[in-house]
């Protein structure tokens, strides 16, 4: 019969389930990592700047404008579709 017949788990006797050592050592090289990477961390956000270098207000406008823009086609488009508006429109083909 099976392992499972005698009640024990089947993988009992393989070194699968032997604890691994607790090392002291590793855990202050661990604890060491972890510190020096959050400290890197914190300072890294803190010299980030706030704003971007470059002035974005024409980049963002634009992209507003050709936004609304499109936003307005396809309103007519579903309007035109609907029989709410002219579907002869050139850009609504």
Do not use: C, N
């Not at 788990?9 to 090289?29: H, N, Q, R």
């Not at 990592?33 to 914190?42: K, R, S």
């Not at 300072?43 to 971007?52: A, D, G, M, N, R």
């Not at 007519?76 to 002869?88: F, I, T």
Request: hydrophobic content about 45%; aromatic content about 8%.
């Amino acid at each position: 019969m099976g392992s499972f017949a005698q009640g024990r788990a089947p993988l009992e006797d393989s070194g699968f389930w032997d604890p691994v050592a607790f090392s002291w050592p590793l855990m202050g090289i661990l604890l060491a990592v972890t510190a020096v990477l959050t400290i890197a961390f914190v300072v890294w956000t803190v010299l980030q700047p706030e704003e971007p270098r470059r002035d974005t207000t024409p980049l963002v406008d634009r992209a507003t404008r050709q936004d609304r823009s499109r936003a307005a086609t396809i309103r007519r488009r579903l309007d035109a579709d609907a029989g709410r508006a002219d579907p002869a429109e050139p850009e609504l083909r």
